[in-house]
């Protein structure tokens, strides 16, 4: 035999042993066993749980990990050497929720942020449908988060209507609000998020969100997605939440959110 | 020392430099590789991306979803917030790319002649790329490359300016549709998906893609030909004679000298042909099943562009196995064989050419590791030749990238080369290069690279140089 063709049949040989070895001991797939039972996930249904999963494998997979760690093959890059990276769901850390901080996000949360998806980050999953971003969004719950997500918040959410539309007053107030509750020392006085060193919880590098380009927005752009993130700060990152210092005067929240648009001329 | 010359005329550098300021200044946002795809989702370069060009896991399962996000099959049907909507139904700016990249100054020494030049980047490319359909995507890539050295009949070279089809331009059709019955054994929920028995516990499927077209096979091999942080050197010929071959992956080469095309152009010893060539016309069948890909598809014939020259075709077969997905880490190897059928020519007679090797990439935090062994051989090789031949050849590649800051990345590659061919003219080669790229902005950089002969200086035209260093900038919109 040949060199040749003994390096041939040494390739083939490798190649072939290593993907039945592979696919033999079930490597990179993670056991279906793992879930626990947790009060209202056992009333889903498993055929939810395992579209889910499917999904989660195909697309999630790749930033947040096998585990659900943020550890996943691609997930260093999505912020190298500097804060975003893909979340961590076992550490029970969630930046965008509607409840309270420290709390868990709902269900919902879970879902919005899969539909709208982090500029720049992570896309947007909206034509994957409503259904099947519940499917993956219980199966994160599940297999990830292994606790009972909370099914309301203690948060008020006013609507934008009456009192709390947008108006010129609303907007000078607002810019009171922004003064008095300290804003300026991370966004800076002119909103643009300069001149000022933050870590997150990670210890990585973390910059201030540019307040007058609301495509650095992570947690969405709306009227109601800015009063969400004032109301219930960004956990993980240095951003807190307000909502003790606006409990009983929305409207303040809402001149707030009146200035920040206003600086985007909105 | 050779005078400094300049390959682009005046005008041609013009209007480069003024488009170029021109998009540095007002799309700040755009990426390398390809960032209309960026700019349609709205993510950062380094969502699909280690290091441009390279992929990481996610853009290679973008890539094996048809150009689209896995599980979510959307065509054209998804509309972002964008740079500006030049069309009502699709923005262009979501499917057109434009790069330049290449050496600014370039220096050869040790040489026969030293020669140093000033010079515009050598390839220009534009780039529309999107999904036409859920289940039908594009890519056609047209190109201007400067000086690109081509063989013609008589043992010749030449160097060529062209405009033209680039290095790939083809359809890709998901054919998934087609075989979602077989698929379904106890209730398919969607595209790419397939329950086992019990549900959660299945295979996951991606694809079948079929490729037509002027298509790169090696894009999903463990190390793609057209994804080289380490640009190749282009060769250089005098009065038809190869004065300097081109420096590229020693894996990916032809590597046998004397080595013609089926219609008797001439091959460069170093170009990248067969399974790992930049882009020829043929056609390729992938598809994905858990973590093994299977990929096979023919080509039309060694260096033979859309020339019917060999009717029998060049069959290959490949097999990647990925593994990891969590601590940061991923990885793949890869087995290839492929069949070259009558694809060339040595004298006057057409013979056949295997090569089969391997592959291997282990992706870990900031390191990127890669490289390649491939073994080539030629059969039914006639009696009688010239002159005594030697019919076999191998190449290895090896290449590590480390991102040291958010804004440096160094890289270091070594390529070997045992050459096969006519024994009067053959060499071996070993050369090392190391490159530091510094990104100036997200679309922007400057790298510095120094290629080492580890061989010296000899009389063939593949030793014929010590040291190369180059200036080069790579930018994109």
Known sequence: ??????????????????????????FGQTNPEQGHDMGRMEETGAADIATGKMIYRMTCIHCHGSKGRGDGAAAIFIGPYSHPRPNDFTAGIFKFRSTESGQLPMLED????????????MPSFRNLGEERIRQVSLYIAREFIQKELPTQTTIKYVEHVGPYT??????????EVYKRLGCFACHGLDGRGTGISLKDKRGLPIKPVDLTRQETFGNGTSHED????????????????????????????????????????? | MRPVSCRWNRNEILCGL????????????????????????????????TNPPRLNAFGEAFHMAGFQIPTVQEGETKKKRNIGRVWSETDFLNIFSFRANGNLVESFQGSNPDETNLTFPRDLEIYLAGTYTDEISYFIELDREAGAVQGIPGGFFEERSEFGIGKEFFLMVDLQPLLKAP?????????????????????????????????????????????????????R???????????????FASKFFGVKTADGNSV?????VLYNTPGDFGIDLHAMMGNLLLQGGAMQGLQAGNRDVNSKKDPYLMARLNFGQEAYTSGSISGLINWGNDTAMVDTSLVNWLRYGFSGNLKYKYLDLYGAFIWDTIRNLPVGISSPFDRTANGFTIEGDYLATDRLLLSIRYDQLSAGGFISQKADGKAIAAQARFYMRDNFSFYLRDSYNLEGVGTNALRNFRNFVALGVDFDF
């Open chain 2, 183 to 235: 698929y379904a054994k106890s209730g398919e929920t969607m595209p790419g998906m397939a329950h086992g028995e019990g549900g959660g516990g299945g295979i996951m499927f991606m694809g079948p893609m079929v490729m037509i077209g002027k298509i790169d096979p090696s894009t999903n091999f463990s190390y793609p030909t057209n994804r080289q942080v380490i640009l190749n050197i282009p060769g």
């Open chain 2, 237 to 251: 010929v005098d009065s038809g004679i190869l004065q300097r071959f081109g420096l590229t992956p020693y894996a």
């Open chain 1, 110 to 121: 879970l879902m919005r942020t899969i539909r709208e998806g982090i500029p720049g980050f």
């Open chain 1, 1 to 26: 035999m040949n060199r040749h063709a003994f390096s041939f049949g040494l390739v083939v040989v490798a190649t072939t042993c290593l993907s039945l070895f592979y696919t033999e001991a079930g």
């Open chain 1, 226 to 266: 800015i009063y969400r993130t004032i109301m219930t700060g960004l956990d993980g990152t240095p951003m807190p939440g307000f909502s003790s210092q606006f409990k009983g005067k929305e409207e303040s929240a809402w001149d707030l959110v009146h200035y920040i648009l206003s600086r985007q001329g909105r």
């Open chain 1, 166 to 175: 947008y108006s010129v007053e609303s907007v000078v107030r607002g810019k």
């Open chain 2, 18 to 49: 003024f488009l170029g300021v021109i998009m540095i200044t007002l799309f700040p946002s755009s990426c390398f590789a390809i960032p209309a795809f960026a700019r349609k989702y709205d993510l950062s370069c380094t969502s699909c991306h």
């Open chain 2, 268 to 272: 460069e010893v170093t170009k990248e």
